[in-house]
């Protein structure tokens, strides 16, 4: 056993043992993870204070608690970003919404966009589409659905029948996940974010199913969408996004209130200064507690161990399930992502064999419908490991799977 399995396996252990006992099987961190005692108990001391002295007192009293989530976040994000650079929303899609709606860009502007596109972005890009008018650009990706770096000079055709494909300095923004809700991928960010970066082009990262499960922080993105609940390990609830720098001066009110824009001296509404104009107001300030202190587990945690960990789960999941009752993994067995998606056998429906291995089996997956992203051509099923899961929980799904692949009679 080598010095880092064994790291990971004992670092596996301490996050068990730091979570109240599950009641099912949980394979399913990518839709929302499990929350360490702590990081419950800060929330409730919270929502105690709240009311024991006032709500507002009491957000008053955790402000230096709420700048230490916005520096983590930020380290995390990576070199150049301070926390007054990261701002909380209330979850990713808000966050990519506002940021979308905020965004200068110019009549018949381009947006480089991925097919593996979040579903709830793409209705937000399309809108704006419209509403602009922009045009959306889809970026050229393999057949696994990752970008395609040898073709990035040459991202797509602005319209069918075009004379020629649009270099990446034509384009006004480029937007991506990092990885897919829906594909166990992970996106060559660095590169991306180093070609938009010399052509110029701002790029939008949305890291809400990346942060917390591998690096971010060699990525230089322009701005950033993430959410708590999910790899981070935080409560639900609450989101984040980052803007890089003075884009922020750039940007415009996404909704206008009393949170985003102040008044000037004739009375005319102007937003506020920096990433407070794409301020919210009213929130879960329990959930960003518990953020707060999900993110201090995180780092005190050493992240790269945590990242190999994830890795090395969902590496094993692949192997073990792949086949099992004639379900396919669909993504390479060694893809550095903590998530696994398979493909039903013929005829079998993964909505269908979810609910039965919740009911009958106790074990917690996701069905991801088609709805959920563009390039999905059927449903699957999602299974998704953290560090306090153990190699043998994938075993048991395999089992699951293998004993009733999920078309048998007794449970149609
Ligand atoms: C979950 C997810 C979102 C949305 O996050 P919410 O906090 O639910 O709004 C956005 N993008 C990706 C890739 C996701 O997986």
Same mark, same amino acid.
């Given at each position: 056993?080598?010095?880092?399995? %064994? ?11 730091? %979570?109240?006992? #599950? $009641? ?8 929302? @993870?499990?929350?360490?005692? @702590? ?24 402000? *230096?608690?709420?700048? #230490? ?5 930020? &380290? ?5 970003? !301070?926390? &007054? ?6 979850? @990713?899609?808000?966050?990519?919404? $506002? ?20 579903? #709830? ?10 509403? $602009? ?5 889809? +970026? ?29 300095? *034509?384009? &006004? ?93 004739? !009375? ?9 104009? +794409? ?7 329990? #959930? ?19 990242? @190999? %960990? ?11 399930? &792949? !086949? ?6 669909? *993504? ?5 992502? !903590?998530?696994?998606? +398979? ?12 609910? %039965? ?39 048991? +799904?395999?089992? $699951? ?12």
């Amino acid at each position: 056993m080598s010095a880092t399995h %064994r790291a990971g396996t004992e670092l596996s252990r301490r996050w068990r043992a730091a %979570r109240p006992a #599950s $009641a099912v099987t949980h394979l399913d961190s990518a839709a929302a @993870a499990r929350p360490s005692q @702590a990081t419950l108990d800060a929330q409730i001391a919270h929502l105690r204070r709240e009311g024991e002295r006032g709500a507002y007192v009491a957000e008053m009293e955790v402000g *230096e608690v709420l700048h #230490s989530a916005r520096a983590a976040l930020a &380290d995390l994000l990576g070199p150049g970003l !301070g926390p &007054d650079e990261v701002a909380f929303h209330h979850s @990713a899609s808000t966050a990519f919404a $506002a940021l979308l709606t905020a965004w200068p860009l110019p009549p018949r502007g381009r947006v480089g966009i991925l097919p593996s596109e979040y579903g #709830s972005n793409t209705l937000v890009l399309e809108a704006r589409a419209r509403q $602009a008018p922009l045009e959306l650009i889809n +970026l050229p990706v393999d057949p696994q659905g990752v970008i395609d770096l040898d073709a990035l000079d040459r991202v797509g055709m602005p319209t069918p029948g075009a004379a020629r494909p649009l270099g990446l300095d *034509e384009l &006004d923004l480029v937007v991506l996940p990092h990885v897919p809700s829906q594909r166990g991928i992970v996106q060559p960010a660095v590169e991306i974010g180093r070609r938009c970066a010399a052509a110029g082009v701002p790029l939008i990262l949305d890291v809400a199913q990346s942060l917390g499960q591998l690096d971010v922080s060699h990525v230089h993105a322009s701005a950033y969408v993430g959410t708590s609940r999910k790899w981070l390990c935080g409560p639900r609830g609450t989101g984040f996004l980052a803007v890089r720098g003075d884009l922020a001066e750039r940007i415009s009110v996404a909704v206008p209130s009393l949170y985003s824009m102040g008044r000037g001296e004739d !009375g005319r509404p102007i937003p506020l200064p920096g990433l407070a104009r +794409l301020g919210i107001g009213e929130a879960s300030i329990a #959930s960003r507690v518990g953020l707060a202190h999900a993110l201090s587990e995180l780092l005190a945690s050493d992240p790269p161990l945590v990242f @190999a %960990r994830i890795v090395y789960l969902a590496s094993y999941g692949r192997r073990v399930l &792949d !086949g099992a009752g004639a379900w396919r993994v669909r *993504e390479q067995p060694d893809s550095p992502t !903590g998530i696994v998606t +398979l493909e039903p056998p013929p005829g079998v429906d993964p909505v269908a064999v979810r609910d %039965r291995l919740y009911r009958q089996e106790a074990i917690l997956t996701s069905a991801i419908p088609v709805q959920r992203s563009r390039d999905l051509e059927g449903p699957v099923l999602r299974v998704s490991a953290h560090v306090y899961n153990d190699p043998v929980e994938f075993d048991r +799904l395999a089992a $699951a799977l293998s004993r009733d692949p999920g078309n048998s009679p007794s449970h149609a």
